[in-house]
Structure formats: structure tokens, C-alpha cells
């Protein structure tokens, strides 16, 4: 690294966003550890954003390795990257866009097994999966420990986002009328709750970038208390082939 930016280096990498946060305000997201389950199309932009951003530190969380198929959405991704674990290349990737960043991986798929273990120690978890059976594990334990999880997803040119604090007036599972609700994931409702997502949705690349972005800055105004914070049951909706879609509604 270059001798300039030794030392205060992270206060230049933030300088320009300074006038909208804050010292002290900057310096909570600057200990603050988050917590991102997916490192694909969703996770990639999210993770970049809060590295961007000054976040102090990063669990990122993804068993899979980069495909050509990722090329068109995931910008983590590259050619040079095909074949390599996603955790891995984002911590790399982390590391040169700022490298005041802590960034710890796990290369494991999330389960009932070990959830604690991935999200116990974290501040916030982002949700950028892409199946509902995992983010009921991953939202009842966030809500079990205390800590916000932040929805997200996408279905071609369509998202939305929500964030689900551990006092909401719904779950995620209430929110979305799952067929989980107040029952244990036992063998039937697991199974239930894999047939709400089947075969592999539509995707192009705006979508999912533009909902790694509102992710990390929901993670943002939440630490900082800068803004308003997009809280449950409101959920922020769009169709990028619809620009009047653009809504914020309460479900």
C-alpha cells in the first residue's frame, strides 16, 4: 500500500461522505461487524458498497464458487475467477477497495446447524440469498439474538427490500404469509418451504446490483442512525421496466 494511505487513510477513503454522517456517527460503522450470506449478484454489490462505505468489519458467507452464468449480474466476478470459492474472491476484492476492512469468510452453506455460529457475534445480517427455506433460518435466529436482518430479492427486473428489527410487528415469515409460520422446521415444513422457490429465476444484471446497493445502506443508516430506516412491515418495491413501480408500501 502506498505510503500515503497509512495511518488516517480510512478518514480520506470516507472524506466524501463526511458532510452526511457525522465523526462519531462514522466511527459506529467503523466497529461495526456485518454480516452478508451470499457473495453472488445481490451479496457482491452489498459487499463492495459497505467496504466503499467504511464498514469495520465483514463476515462474508457463500459455499459456492463463480460460474459464466454469474457474468451478466455479479460483478464480483470475473473471468480470471471462474471456479474460485465467492467468499474468498470478495474478501480479495475487499481487500483492494479498502483495505482498513476486516473481512473473515465461511465457505459453508447456512442450516439450522450452524447459524449461530455464522451470524452470533454480528451486528446486522444481509440477506442476499435466493431461496426462502434459508432466510427463515437465517431471520429466526437473527430475531432470536437480537440483531436486524435485512431482506432482499429479485425475480428478473422486479425487488424489494425490507429490514426486520427484532421488535417489527411481523417476522419475515408473518410479512410473507409463509407456511412455516409458528411451526418448527421439522421434515414437512422444510419441505413446504422449499417448493414456494423452484427452478432458477430470471435475472439481469441491474436488478440485483441496485438491491446490494439499498441493502448496504439500509446496514448504514441503521448503525450511523443517519435517515430512515425501511422497517416492517413497510418494503420498498420496484420493476426497473416500470419506473412509476417505485413504491414504498406496508404489507
Known amino acids: 500500500m502506498p505510503t500515503r494511505y497509512i495511518g488516517d487513510g480510512y478518514w480520506e477513503i470516507a472524506s466524501r461522505q463526511m458532510s452526511i454522517v457525522t465523526r462519531s456517527e462514522q466511527e459506529r460503522f467503523k466497529e461495526a461487524k456485518i454480516t452478508v450470506i451470499g457473495c453472488g449478484g445481490i451479496g457482491g454489490k452489498t459487499i463492495e458498497m459497505l467496504a466503499r462505505m467504511g464498514v469495520g468489519k465483514l ?8 460460474d459464466l452464468s ?20 470478495a474478501k480479495e476484492k475487499v481487500r483492494l477497495i479498502n483495505p482498513y476492512v476486516e473481512v473473515t469468510t465461511v465457505s459453508e452453506h447456512v442450516d439450522q446447524s450452524n447459524i449461530e455460529r455464522v451470524i452470533g457475534d ?9 431461496n426462502v427455506l434459508t432466510r427463515v433460518i437465517v431471520s429466526r435466529k ?11 430479492a429479485i425475480h428478473g427486473t422486479m425487488g424489494q427490500i ?12 408473518e410479512m410473507f404469509n409463509l407456511p412455516s409460520v409458528g411451526k418448527e422446521l421439522n421434515e414437512e415444513t422444510i419441505d413446504a418451504l422449499k417448493n414456494v422457490t423452484s ?3 430470471p435475472v439481469i444484471g441491474p436488478t440485483p446490483n441496485l438491491i446490494g ?5 439500509e446496514a448504514f443508516k441503521i448503525v450511523t442512525g443517519v435517515g430512515k430506516v425501511t422497517v416492517a412491515p413497510n418494503i420498498l418495491t420496484f420493476d426497473l421496466l416500470d419506473l412509476s413501480s417505485f413504491s414504498l408500501d406496508e404489507l
Not at 122 to 130: E, H, N, Q
Open 162 to 173: 425490507s429490514v426486520f428489527l427484532p421488535n417489527s410487528d411481523k417476522t419475515y415469515e
Open 199 to 201: 427452478g432458477v429465476p
Open 70 to 89: 454469474n457474468l451478466n449480474r455479479q460483478t464480483l466476478a470475473s473471468i480470471a475467477d471462474l471456479g474460485l470459492d465467492k467468499s474468498s474472491v
Open 59 to 66: 463476515n462474508l458467507v457463500d459455499k459456492d464458487a463463480f
Open 213 to 217: 446497493c439499498l441493502e448496504a445502506f
Open 122 to 130: 454480528s451486528d446486522i445480517v444481509i440477506d442476499a440469498l435466493d
Open 142 to 152: 437473527a430475531k432470536e439474538i437480537g440483531i436486524p436482518y435485512i431482506h432482499g
